[in-house]
């Protein structure tokens, strides 16, 4: 069969050629590289890549295909997907489909063959940018103007994009080799309490649900736009702040929501809901040059001194010059010295800038979600 | 945490000789260890008995003791030392083993000794299969189920348990030797019996089989404070039931998903903590089931292993060197990652390439043994070849191997009509019994249109491994319908053929195997290529997917767009290094290359290496400048000179592999240093250097060039019988052979090899009862100096590698020493020498005769620099750049006052049937050295050294032929003198008796039972002296010889080894030996703490 080419044009114009695999058609968004080795099935699903084309910088991927069980959301997210190999037939137990067929049936262009590693270290260098993958235009220089017209990140509201429309009862827990997902009851009992919780969905992956529900949660997920009053009619025990796309000026809404219950209820924070967080505390938050993406960042618990290995996803930090004196940084990125988690015990909140409910990556950090339930509970000072 | 201050002496324990299963990986991790507890300003206190190791270069540690590595000698070196704290995890089994010995004997507590890296107790859990099995069942963990018997019955009884197949494994045995597997009843039954039989104490442990389940590893990180990393995952593309060293295996882990490898890591983490290795490295192995995903641990290793070494040069984290750092106290998050400089080493890898490693086996040396792999490892080294695809890497590394293979060769199936049923059945069989060649095979069952369903199912091979070799085999279908239009237009319009030739370099193809399928020359296609564009690129290898800039040129090539080398303007050398270890050319070669690196160095060269080792110092990117991990090809060595442009390139210290490519990379205009090829061509082939010796007025033994068997048979007659045969061109005597008459010679000539014009065969004159003497000299092509000359224990016609020698010469004269100087300097002088020269002498009733001349490095260079206290390899290394032995203060030859003795080390327990039997084809895989100040003591410490137990007393058992009886008294009065009592067979016992040494008598194999061979496995005989009797007797001693083997008895098959080892008992009953490290021989001691 003959392969069809396609091109990737950054927005300074610089192309790169390959072969089109997945949807053939166009599309646009930030590029960004991530550096897991394993879970793309994870990110492709994950709704924070939301306006992003992302790239592996690890070169053979599809190898296991894709399963209905490695899913963050319901569909995949990601504008583009860019590969130096994107394998044909999967080979794993659990797989039903390809990574191509799959690509296919989402209308999600992808492009293999090309010189990530080349790729990635334009970014590296010369931070993130905009680009347009097209297997069906191959001029550059059009391209590279529509890259150019493409509205930035910063400032833009994409959670409203990828949030869910009305509140739901979360009730999946954590998975198990044999039996797959398992449901609320079988943790129910290992759980003296239960707390109620709200989880704002800016985008949130479902492992995070599963996990709130296997750590020993009552998990109502609502959306991105609830009002403080909406959420609090639910008379939690703690709300939690989801991950999500983007920056988190672009949804100020979010942060007047969280403004206005901070205090009145225990919150937890991941990712965007971290910055929000921040940004609801009167800090501040600035573009990183490419972000944080994969499943090996270190992060040093300041509290113990100890590190994880963590999964991360974001381009964006909180400053922590912007944060008051209330606010005591808990961990730090041990790469580049960024804020990776806080605590406001006079709030009753903390947060962190990873995902410690992995999926990809390393299970080193599930202990914040016994933190947070510990703490919901009075067994934990925060 | 910051470095612990209350240490001062630290002592590390290497891993001995070179064995199959233990090779110069562990030179790697300790020479890195030894450097980095130095750099914190720890006093360093090194045993290590393999005097080929850069880590006992008197350099890296402040106390370096080649001593045998026993608890008994290790302990005398501990009361002498005194150091605070030993480190056992990085010097392999050997290392671990020691330490739990001196733990037991109460060593470690008497003088105050810690164990860090891993406690004792760590260790135990580890090793000891039942303690280790509860710390798994307690994390809720599964490992295959077992158990220990002691009988048959026993085993029946245990058996429905495990189920069929299962392994059997006889307990107490060496490196897991002669592991089985049973599928039946009756295999099993079979097995046991013989289990039980090979197990010194009669113990067998019965294992589950898990067989054709998905084979994985990781390589995980621990400090003080808790923190764990895994720093690499692998998988193993030949799954459980090989040993993981005779294992395809590829970085990182391919058919998992992020869910699957979560469990094996957060098992990883939880095992780790279970096991209590406190700091340091670990191997943990893991066995997943293709269709359920069930996971059972196989094993873990407590300390640096070979893969450990793998990981480290697959992702450029230093895990040995990290691992030293972090047993003295630091924690990952304070150690600086060095490629990226600005981040720590507290983080997990990753790695944008695909790592593929092949071992290497050499089946070839011992043809009594079948191509089979199993449990039991038995490859003698491995490759390692990294590429952006796995197609690309495992073409790289199947062309790294120097098998003469340069991509998926066709098979010969030579026994098979051309019969396609017939062909099929031969392929399901090389499919279905792993083996060394399996990988070809399965070419070629793609190139016959096997699915990969069926090639699956036939050798459990993942799906995903399988599709891309299909993909490889159909892409040589494309290359072959492409060749006629490629030879037609190709020259003139190469432009047409970019995106072919793109494609197909960026898949892995080689430019040999391209020209092969193309039917074109190789030269030609390079030349298109180029013509058209297409040039390899340099990747770096950074730990983090270009996440952060690399500071450490460790490159890579691919066929990319972009190009990372970035050669600097410098003043540069590339080093050429050895290649995969294999039998003749091992780590010897790697420490001359490794010399040379620093040595060019310290001459203001900016170093260039380039090897495709994992094992190995040499590609360790701290050793060398900048690191190509690359085959040793032509091609991939030409891309690197034309990309670096080097002042020129060394051939000489890598052995045969670099040194084959000199006359080729010459032609291509690359300048090579030191002495030229022409001078190399002229020792290398025979008719010139015989004129050259005559020119000079020396001799060789009479010989001469078969074209033909009739020309063989006509020389042969000319210059007499016996004579030894072997191909022109050839390292470690490979398909050498000493034949007696002309029936043997025609054997040779139509088993082993053909005379033909094109690979004509050399007959010489073997000259019995001669000593051999190897010589290892310097020249800069002004002055000779003559480094060591070393006299062979066994008799010539043993192959130099294989023989133990003495430097300096135990029996020979001065005049005779005098002699063979003034020739290897004349010799020297005359190839116009620029660096390192090996000559080997035979010495028949005082006259001398020349054998052989290599002007490069020998594998005796390390042993003869460290017995005389200078750094011959790197003097070279300076005298090729252009430097004069004068300057450099080295003119005149050292005699030492000591006496080195070096034995060699022999793989025979892992390949059964083989015999032992000592020939002019070398066997061995590595060397220890003895120094002490007689050489009878020198000589037991080597034997102790090479593992054998020397007895004090007991009952000798003497065999020999009937012109070698006289010769056999000295030794036996000298070990009656000593209190041994002898037995012998009829005839010696007579011999022996009627010369007033009393002896018993016992039966020959052949005359009915109970045998000699009964005796040895009874534990009735400490020692046995058994010179072979031609063909016939031969197969009747090799009862003997095989049984000694297997229960580890000291035995001797050469009258002047049997000598050798009388004096050494004698030494060792007057004496008890002492221990001296190497700095206080050579008188270079500095004062140490204590």
Same mark, same amino acid.
């Given at each position: 069969?003959?392969?069809?080419?396609?091109?990737?044009?950054?927005?300074?114009?610089?192309?790169?050629?390959?072969?089109?695999?997945?949807?053939?058609?166009?599309?646009?968004? !930030?590029?960004?590289?991530?550096?897991?080795?394993?879970?793309?099935?994870?990110?492709?699903?994950?709704?924070?890549?939301?306006?992003?084309?992302?790239?592996?910088?690890?070169?053979?991927?599809?190898?296991?295909?894709?399963?209905?069980?490695?899913?963050?959301?319901?569909?995949?997210?990601? !504008?583009?997907?860019?590969?130096?190999e994107?394998?044909?037939?999967?080979?794993?137990?659990?797989?039903?489909?390809?990574?191509?067929?799959?690509?296919?049936?989402?209308? *999600?262009?992808g492009?293999?063959?090309?010189?990530?590693?080349?790729?990635?270290?334009?970014?590296?260098?010369?931070?993130?940018?905009?680009? *347009?993958?097209?297997?069906?235009?191959?001029?550059?220089?059009?391209?590279?103007r529509?890259?150019?017209?493409?509205?930035?990140?910063?400032?833009?509201?994409?959670?409203?994009?990828?949030?869910?429309?009305h509140?739901?009862?979360w009730?999946?827990?954590?998975w198990?080799?044999?039996?797959?997902?398992?449901?609320?009851?079988?943790?129910?009992?290992?759980?003296?309490?239960?707390?109620r919780?709200v989880?704002?969905?800016?985008?949130?992956?479902?492992?995070?649900?599963?996990?709130?529900?296997?750590?020993?949660?009552d998990?109502? *997920?609502?959306?991105?736009?609830?009002?403080?009053?909406?959420?609090m009619?639910?008379?939690?025990?703690?709300?939690?702040?989801?991950?999500?796309?983007?920056?988190?000026?672009?949804?100020?809404?979010?942060?007047?929501?969280?403004?206005?219950?901070?205090?009145?209820?225990?919150?937890?924070?991941?990712?965007?809901?971290?910055?929000?967080?921040?940004?609801?505390?009167?800090g501040?938050?600035?573009?990183?040059?490419?972000?944080?993406?994969g499943?090996?960042q270190?992060?040093k618990?300041?509290?113990?001194?100890?590190?994880?290995?963590?999964?991360?996803?974001?381009?964006?930090?909180?400053?922590?010059?912007?944060?008051?004196?209330?606010?005591?940084?808990?961990?730090?990125?041990?790469?580049?010295?960024?804020?990776?988690?806080?605590?406001?015990?006079?709030?009753?909140c903390?947060? *962190?800038?990873?995902?410690?409910?992995?999926?990809p990556?390393?299970?080193?950090?599930?202990?914040?979600?016994?933190r947070?339930?510990?703490?919901?509970?009075?067994?934990?000072?925060? | 945490?910051?470095?612990?201050?209350d240490?001062?002496?630290?002592?590390?324990?290497?891993?001995? %000789?070179?064995?199959?299963?233990?090779?110069?990986?562990?030179?790697?991790?300790?020479?890195?260890?030894?450097? $980095?507890?130095?750099?914190?300003?720890?006093?360093?206190?090194?045993?290590?008995?393999?005097? $080929?190791?850069?880590?006992?270069?008197?350099?890296?540690?402040?106390?370096?003791?080649?001593e045998?590595?026993?608890?008994?000698?290790?302990?005398?070196?501990?009361?002498?030392?005194?150091?605070d704290?030993?480190?056992?995890?990085i010097?392999?089994? #050997?290392?671990?083993?020691?330490?739990?010995?001196l733990?037991?004997?109460?060593?470690?507590r008497k003088?105050?000794?810690?164990l860090?890296?891993?406690?004792?107790?760590?260790?135990?859990?580890? &090793?000891?299969?039942?303690?280790f099995?509860?710390?798994?069942?307690?994390?809720?963990?599964?490992v295959?189920?077992?158990?220990?018997?002691?009988?048959?019955?026993?085993?029946?009884?245990?058996?429905?348990?495990?189920g069929?197949?299962?392994?059997?494994?006889?307990?107490?045995?060496?490196g897991? #030797?002669?592991?089985?597997?049973?599928?039946?009843?009756?295999e099993?039954?079979?097995?046991?019996?013989?289990?039980?039989?090979a197990?010194?104490?009669?113990?067998?442990l019965?294992?589950?089989?898990?067989?054709?389940?998905?084979?994985?590893?990781?390589?995980?990180?621990?400090?003080?404070?808790?923190?764990?990393v895994?720093?690499?995952?692998i998988?193993?593309?030949?799954?459980?039931g090989?040993?993981?060293?005779?294992?395809?295996?590829?970085?990182?882990?391919?058919?998992?998903?992020?869910?699957?490898?979560?469990?094996?890591?957060?098992?990883?983490?939880?095992?780790?903590?279970?096991?209590?290795?406190?700091?340091?490295?670990?191997?943990?192995?893991?066995?997943?089931?293709p269709?359920?995903?069930?996971?059972?641990?196989?094993?873990?290793?407590?300390?640096?292993?070979?893969?450990?070494?793998?990981?480290?040069k697959?992702?450029?984290? %230093?895990?040995?060197?990290?691992a030293?750092?972090?047993?003295?106290?630091?924690?990952?998050?304070?150690?600086?990652?060095?490629i990226t400089?600005?981040?720590?080493?507290?983080?997990?890898p990753?790695?944008?390439?695909?790592v593929?490693k092949? %071992?290497?086996?050499?089946?070839?040396?011992f043809?009594?043994?079948?191509?089979?792999?199993g449990?039991?490892?038995?490859?003698?080294?491995?490759?390692?070849?990294?590429?952006?695809?796995?197609?690309?890497?495992?073409?790289?590394?199947?062309?790294?191997?120097?098998?003469?293979?340069y991509?998926?060769?066709?098979?010969?199936?030579?026994?098979?009509?051309?019969?396609?049923?017939?062909?099929?059945?031969?392929?399901?069989?090389k499919l279905?019994?792993?083996?060394?060649?399996?990988?070809? +095979?399965?070419?070629?069952a793609?190139?016959?249109?096997?699915?990969?369903?069926?090639?699956?199912?036939?050798?459990?091979?993942?799906?995903?491994?399988?599709?891309?070799?299909?993909?490889?085999?159909?892409m040589?279908? &494309?290359?072959?319908?492409?060749?006629?239009?490629?030879?037609?237009?190709? /020259?003139?319009?190469? /432009?047409?053929?970019?995106?072919?030739?793109?494609?197909?370099?960026?898949?892995?193809?080689?430019?040999?195997?391209?020209?092969?399928?193309?039917g074109?020359?190789?030269?030609?296609?390079?030349?298109?290529?180029?013509?058209?564009?297409?040039?390899?690129?340099?990747?770096r290898?950074?730990?983090?997917?270009?996440?952060f800039?690399?500071?450490?040129?460790?490159?890579?090539?691919?066929?990319?767009?972009?190009?990372?080398?970035?050669?600097?303007?410098?003043?540069?050398?590339?080093?050429?290094?050895?290649?995969?270890?294999?039998?003749?050319?091992?780590?010897?070669?790697?420490?001359c290359?490794?010399?040379?690196?620093?040595?060019?160095? @310290?001459?203001?060269?900016?170093?260039?290496?380039?090897?495709?080792?994992?094992e190995?110092?040499s590609?360790? +990117?701290?050793?060398?400048?900048?690191?190509?991990?690359?085959?040793l090809?032509?091609?991939d060595?030409?891309?690197?000179?034309?990309?670096?442009?080097?002042?020129?390139?060394?051939?000489?210290?890598?052995?045969?592999?670099?040194?084959?490519?000199?006359?080729?990379?010459?032609a291509?205009?690359?300048?090579?240093?030191?002495?030229?090829?022409?001078?190399i061509?002229?020792?290398?082939?025979?008719?010139?250097?015989?004129?050259?010796?005559?020119?000079?007025?020396?001799?060789?033994?009479?010989?001469?060039?078969?074209?033909?068997?009739?020309?063989?048979?006509?020389?042969?007659?000319?210059?007499?019988?016996?004579?030894?045969?072997?191909?022109? +061109?050839?390292?470690?005597?490979? /398909?050498?052979?000493?034949?007696?008459?002309?029936?043997?010679?025609?054997?040779?000539?139509t088993?082993?090899?053909?005379?033909?014009?094109?690979?004509?065969?050399?007959?010489?004159?073997?000259?019995?009862?001669?000593?051999?003497?190897?010589?290892?000299?310097?020249?800069?092509?002004?002055?000779?100096?003559?480094?060591?000359i070393?006299?062979?224990?066994?008799?010539?016609?043993?192959?130099?590698?294989?023989? $133990?020698?003495?430097?300096?010469?135990?029996?020979?004269?001065?005049?005779?020493? $005098?002699?063979?100087?003034?020739?290897?300097?004349?010799?020297?002088? @005359?190839?116009?020498?620029?660096?390192?020269?090996?000559?080997q002498?035979?010495?028949?009733?005082?006259?001398?005769?020349?054998?052989?001349?290599?002007?490069?490095?020998?594998r #005796?260079?390390?042993?003869?620099?460290?017995a005389i206290?200078?750094?011959?390899?790197?003097?070279?290394?300076?005298?090729m750049?252009g430097?004069?032995?004068?300057?450099l203060?080295f003119?005149?030859?050292?005699?030492?006052?000591?006496?080195c003795?070096?034995?060699?080390?022999?793989?025979?327990i892992?390949?059964?049937?083989?015999?032992?039997?000592?020939?002019?084809?070398m066997k061995?895989?590595?060397?220890?050295?003895?120094?002490?100040?007689?050489?009878?003591?020198?000589?037991a410490?080597?034997?102790?050294?090479?593992?054998?137990?020397?007895?004090?007393?007991?009952?000798?058992?003497?065999?020999?032929?009937?012109?070698?009886?006289?010769?056999?008294?000295?030794?036996?009065?000298?070990?009656?003198?000593?209190?041994?009592?002898?037995?012998?067979?009829?005839?010696?016992?007579a011999?022996?008796?009627?010369?007033?040494?009393?002896?018993?008598?016992?039966?020959?194999?052949?005359?009915?039972? %109970?045998?000699?061979?009964d005796?040895?496995?009874?534990?009735?005989?400490?020692?046995v002296?058994?010179?072979?009797?031609?063909?016939?007797?031969?197969?009747?001693?090799? +009862?003997?010889?095989?049984?000694?083997?297997?229960?580890?008895?000291?035995?001797?098959?050469?009258? /002047?080894?049997?000598?050798?080892?009388?004096?050494?008992?004698?030494?060792?009953?007057?004496?008890?030996?002492?221990?001296?490290?190497?700095?206080?021989?050579?008188?270079?001691?500095?004062?140490?703490?204590?």
């Open positions: 069969m003959p392969d069809r080419k396609a091109i990737l044009v950054l927005a300074d114009g610089t192309t790169y050629e390959g072969t089109s695999f997945g949807y053939a058609g166009e599309c646009s968004g !930030e590029v960004v590289f991530n550096t897991g080795m394993t879970g793309y099935q994870e990110v492709l699903t994950d709704p924070s890549y939301r306006g992003q084309i992302v790239t592996m910088t690890y070169p053979e991927i599809g190898n296991t295909g894709i399963n209905p069980e490695d899913v963050e959301s319901n569909r995949p997210w990601v !504008e583009g997907f860019i590969v130096r994107a394998w044909g037939p999967p080979s794993n137990w659990r797989h039903v489909e390809s990574l191509d067929a799959y690509l296919r049936r989402y209308h *999600v262009c492009i293999a063959g090309l010189d990530t590693r080349a790729l990635t270290r334009r970014l590296r260098d010369g931070g993130s940018q905009m680009a *347009v993958l097209s297997a069906t235009d191959l001029d550059p220089d059009r391209l590279a529509k890259a150019r017209g493409l509205p930035s990140l910063v400032g833009r509201d994409l959670v409203k994009e990828v949030t869910s429309s509140a739901v009862h009730t999946t827990g954590d198990d080799l044999e039996k797959g997902y398992l449901p609320a009851a079988a943790f129910r009992n290992k759980f003296g309490r239960v707390p919780i989880a704002i969905d800016f985008g949130i992956k479902q492992n995070i649900l599963r996990m709130m529900v296997s750590h020993g949660f998990v109502t *997920v609502v959306p991105a736009g609830a009002t403080a009053p909406e959420i009619a639910h008379s939690p025990d703690g709300v939690f702040l989801s991950n999500g796309p983007g920056d988190p000026e672009g949804v100020p809404y979010a942060v007047a929501t969280v403004r206005e219950l901070l205090g009145k209820v225990p919150m937890f924070g991941i990712c965007l809901g971290h910055q929000i967080m921040g940004l609801a505390l009167g501040k938050t600035f573009k990183l040059k490419f972000g944080h993406h499943c090996n270190p992060v618990d300041l509290a113990t001194g100890k590190v994880e290995i963590t999964s991360q996803n974001h381009n964006f930090s909180v400053d922590p010059a912007s944060l008051g004196a209330a606010a005591r940084i808990t961990h730090l990125n041990l790469n580049d010295g960024t804020v990776e988690g806080l605590s406001i015990p006079s709030m009753r903390f947060s *962190v800038q990873y995902h410690p409910e992995a999926s990556g390393p299970h080193d950090s599930r202990y914040l979600f016994t947070f339930h510990r703490y919901l509970c009075g067994e934990e000072e925060l | 945490m910051p470095k612990r201050s240490l001062k002496k630290i002592m590390l324990i290497g891993s001995g %000789p070179i064995i199959i299963g233990q090779a110069c990986e562990f030179d790697y991790s300790g020479t890195q260890a030894c450097k $980095a507890l130095r750099e914190e300003g720890y006093e360093v206190v090194l045993v290590n008995s393999n005097p $080929a190791t850069i880590m006992t270069d008197t350099d890296f540690a402040d106390r370096t003791y080649i045998p590595i026993t608890p008994e000698i290790v302990g005398k070196i501990i009361e002498r030392e005194r150091p704290a030993l480190l056992p995890t010097g392999g089994q #050997t290392g671990l083993n020691i330490a739990i010995s733990h037991e004997m109460g060593i470690l003088f105050g000794v810690e860090i890296g891993a406690s004792f107790e760590a260790i135990m859990k580890a &090793e000891d299969r039942n303690l099995r509860k710390a798994m069942e307690k994390l809720g963990l599964t295959p189920r077992s158990g220990y018997i002691r009988s048959l019955e026993e085993a029946i009884q245990v058996i429905p348990d495990i069929y197949p299962a392994i059997i494994r006889p307990s107490f045995t060496l897991g #030797t002669g592991a089985g597997i049973a599928y039946n009843r009756e099993f039954e079979e097995g046991i019996r013989w289990a039980l039989d197990s010194p104490k009669r113990t067998v019965i294992e589950q089989s898990v067989i054709g389940w998905k084979e994985f590893e990781l390589e995980v990180m621990r400090d003080l404070a808790d923190n764990v895994i720093v690499c995952s998988e193993n593309l030949d799954p459980m090989v040993h993981t060293g005779d294992s395809i295996t590829v970085a990182p882990a391919q058919t998992l998903t992020d869910k699957e490898y979560q469990i094996m890591r957060n098992a990883a983490l939880r095992i780790i903590r279970e096991i209590g290795v406190d700091t340091g490295g670990s191997n943990i192995q893991f066995a997943v089931h269709e359920t995903g069930e996971m059972v641990i196989i094993e873990m290793n407590p300390r640096v292993s070979r893969s450990s070494a793998l990981a480290s697959a992702t450029g984290f %230093p895990i040995a060197k990290i030293a750092k972090l047993a003295v106290g630091y924690t990952l998050d304070e150690i600086r990652n060095d400089r600005e981040t720590p080493a507290s983080f997990e990753t790695i944008d390439y695909v593929t092949i %071992p290497r086996f050499t089946f070839e040396k043809p009594q043994t079948e191509d089979l792999l449990t039991q490892m038995k490859s003698v080294g491995e490759v390692m070849a990294i590429g952006r695809t796995f197609k690309e890497s495992l073409q790289k590394a199947i062309r790294s191997l120097e098998n003469g293979v991509g998926f060769e066709e098979m010969i199936l030579p026994s098979v009509p051309p019969n396609p049923a017939a062909r099929r059945k031969t392929i399901t069989g279905r019994k792993p083996n060394s060649m399996r990988l070809f +095979y399965i070419g070629e793609f190139r016959d249109g096997w699915t990969v369903e069926e090639i699956r199912e036939a050798t459990g091979i993942d799906p995903w491994f399988l599709e891309n070799i299909r993909q490889i085999i159909a040589e279908g &494309e290359i072959r319908s492409s060749a006629e239009a490629f030879r037609k237009d190709a /020259a003139s319009d190469p /432009a047409a053929f970019e995106p072919f030739l793109h494609r197909m370099k960026g898949n892995g193809f080689s430019d040999r195997r391209l020209a092969k399928l193309l074109v020359a190789e030269d030609d296609v390079r030349r298109i290529r180029y013509a058209a564009g297409v040039r390899a690129v340099y990747k290898v950074d730990t983090c997917g270009a996440e800039e690399a500071h450490t040129p460790y490159l890579y090539s691919t066929y990319e767009r972009e190009n990372e080398a970035e050669p600097t303007g410098r003043k540069k050398v590339v080093i050429l290094g050895g290649g995969p270890n294999r039998i003749g050319q091992g780590i010897e070669f790697d420490y290359c490794v010399h040379g690196v620093f040595a060019l160095r @310290e001459e203001g060269f900016e170093t260039i290496m380039v090897n495709c080792n994992p190995t110092v590609t360790d +990117y701290d050793s060398s400048d900048r690191l190509y991990f690359e085959p090809t032509k091609e060595v030409l891309a690197i000179i034309e990309e670096e442009k080097p002042v020129g390139v060394i051939v000489q210290f890598g052995g045969q592999t670099p040194l084959k490519l000199a006359v080729p990379l010459e291509e205009g690359v300048r090579i240093l030191g002495t030229s090829p022409e001078s061509d002229r020792a290398e082939d025979r008719e010139r250097f015989a004129e050259m010796l005559n020119l000079l007025g020396l001799s060789q033994p009479p010989n001469g060039i078969a074209r033909s068997t009739p020309d063989a048979v006509a020389i042969a007659a000319r210059i007499g019988y016996p004579v030894l045969l072997r191909p022109s +061109y050839v390292l470690g005597g490979r /398909a050498m052979e000493i034949v007696h008459d002309e029936e043997g010679l025609r054997r040779y000539l088993e082993a090899v053909s005379a033909s014009e094109a690979k004509p065969v050399l007959v010489d004159r073997f000259l019995e009862d001669a000593i051999e003497i190897d010589v290892d000299a310097i020249s800069d092509g002004e002055t000779v100096v003559v480094g060591g070393m006299e062979h224990i066994e008799e010539a016609g043993v192959h130099s590698g294989d023989s $133990a020698c003495s430097l300096p010469p135990h029996s020979i004269s001065g005049e005779t020493i $005098a002699e063979i100087t003034r020739q290897t300097k004349a010799l020297a002088s @005359e190839l116009s020498v620029i660096g390192l020269m090996n000559v002498f035979a010495i028949q009733r005082g006259r001398i005769f020349i054998l052989e001349v290599n002007p490069r490095a020998s #005796t260079i390390p042993f003869v620099s460290k206290g200078v750094p011959l390899a790197k003097l070279a290394a300076k005298v750049a430097r004069k032995l004068v300057d203060g003119t005149s030859e050292i005699v030492p006052n000591h006496v003795v070096k034995e060699a080390v022999f793989p025979f892992k390949f059964p049937d083989v015999d032992t039997l000592l020939g002019p084809e061995s895989t590595g060397e220890v050295m003895g120094i002490d100040s007689t050489f009878g003591t020198a000589f410490k080597a034997q102790i050294a090479a593992g054998m137990v020397l007895p004090r007393s007991g009952k000798v058992f003497v065999s020999v032929r009937d012109e070698d009886k006289e010769g056999v008294l000295p030794a036996a009065e000298v070990l009656k003198r000593c209190g041994f009592s002898f037995v012998a067979t009829l005839g010696t016992a011999f022996l008796t009627a010369h007033g040494l009393p002896c018993d008598t016992v039966r020959k194999v052949n005359e009915g039972r %109970p045998h000699v061979a005796l040895i496995r009874n534990g009735e005989i400490a020692l002296i058994n010179t072979p009797l031609g063909a016939q007797s031969k197969a009747d001693s090799y +009862y003997i010889r095989r049984a000694s083997l297997v229960y580890n008895i000291p035995y001797f098959t050469t009258l /002047a080894a049997a000598r050798a080892v009388s004096l050494a008992i004698s030494a060792l009953i007057a004496d008890d030996l002492s221990v001296r490290s190497l700095q206080e021989y050579h008188g270079t001691a500095r004062p140490t703490g204590r």
